[in-house]
């Protein structure tokens, strides 16, 4: 495999990552969306426990 045929596979992965990425991105604002998480309430504190223990663990 050449350097120009190396190159068109590395930007086919990464659009294709980026495809995914985007996805993933939305599935995660629509379930945030759905729990209410992005509430600001100050007597809820459940809802920012589960943000903060789900941001925490997201990007591992």
Known sequence: ???LEQLK???ERLA???RISNF???RRREIINRLDLN???SNVHDSNVVV???LST???
């Open 24 to 26: 993933l991105h939305e």
């Open 52 to 54: 903060s223990s789900f």
């Open 16 to 18: 294709e990552v980026e």
């Open 1 to 3: 495999m050449n350097d």
């Open 39 to 41: 509430k600001h309430d």
């Open 9 to 11: 596979t590395i930007d």
């Open 58 to 60: 997201s990007y591992r």
